[in-house]
């Protein structure tokens, strides 16, 4: 039980991977609109996957100890879900916040990522802005990854700006190590304290992957055995991009054409 660190030519497979997902949610975008089922977009997002990119959608089936095989190929959480939404016959309507989690697998290994989805234009100001800060609050993780930085900057750098927006960090779910596995070791925590956790050698890549709620960290599961939902029904926000860490510094490799744009964050406002 140890941290893999990726081979070039394994590397390689990763930047494909990690395109092919994000491409995934590129193919999805127009048709995330109000009216559309979030069983319609898994639907949708499953016969890309496997009919025009030849990847395998690796949520499908997948049954990690003390959980049942989950039944579909993507993760869709919507509002007050924090992660692990399973796509169904819930109809999306404006004002809707939804996150879609796609991991594809190509050539043995994995890509994983996530984005949020405003629905229509009358998505409430706290919604639009816990969306921003979670999005900000991943990329300030990111900027944290180079060789001899250690997790806790990563998770400090998310909980440092995600608190001082007013809002909290969900404790039970974390990044994680993924290459051949879908998960790996290690886990990402998204909070922390600066210089603490393993330290960042090149060649790992792992997740980072923040779900933020506007109001209390607390949770609960559904009887489903998947879904996570705010305790207090607050409203949650995730985004996920998968990381090498490089000689130097980083590459996000979850990047396609439609990704959202890294945030410019000014001193004053992080
Ligand atoms: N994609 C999720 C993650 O980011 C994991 C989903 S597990 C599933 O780690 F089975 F629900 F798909
Ligand atoms: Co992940
Ligand atoms: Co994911």
Not at 3 to 19: D, L, W, Y
Not at 70 to 99: E, F
Not at 135 to 145: K, M, R
Not at 190 to 205: D, F, I, K, S
């Amino acid at each position: 039980m140890s941290v893999s660190i990726k081979t070039p030519e394994q590397i390689e497979k990763m930047r494909v991977a990690g395109r092919l997902a994000s491409e995934v949610l590129d193919y999805i975008t127009p048709y995330v609109v109000p009216g559309v089922t979030t069983g319609e977009l898994d639907r949708l997002c499953h016969d890309y996957m496997v009919q025009v990119q030849d990847t395998i959608p690796a949520p499908l089936n997948y049954a990690p100890p003390g959980y049942p095989p989950y039944p579909k190929s993507i993760c869709t959480s919507v509002n007050h879900q924090v992660c692990h939404g399973v796509p169904g016959d819930r109809v999306l309507k404006r004002g809707d916040i939804v996150n879609l989690d796609v991991t594809v697998i190509s050539d043995g290994y994995h890509g994983d990522t996530s984005r949020m989805f405003l629905l229509g234009g009358d998505v409430s100001i706290l919604a639009r802005r816990l969306c921003q800060v979670t999005l900000e609050s991943l990329w300030l993780g990111i900027a944290a990854v180079q060789p001899g930085a250690h997790l806790g900057d990563i998770g400090y750098a998310i909980q440092r700006h995600a608190e001082r927006h007013g809002f909290s960090i969900v404790r039970e779910f974390c990044g994680h190590g993924i290459g051949r596995k879908f998960h790996e070791e290690p886990q990402v925590l998204h909070y922390g304290r600066p210089g603490a956790g393993m330290e960042l050698v090149p060649g790992m890549t792992f997740t980072i992957e923040p779900m933020i709620n506007a109001g209390k960290p607390a949770i609960s599961e559904l009887p489903d055995g998947w879904t996570i939902v705010t305790k207090d029904r607050s409203l949650s926000a995730q985004w996920e991009h998968t990381i090498l860490v490089t000689g130097t510094g980083h590459e996000v490799l979850t990047l396609s054409a439609g990704t959202p744009p890294e945030p410019a964050i000014f001193p004053s406002s992080t």
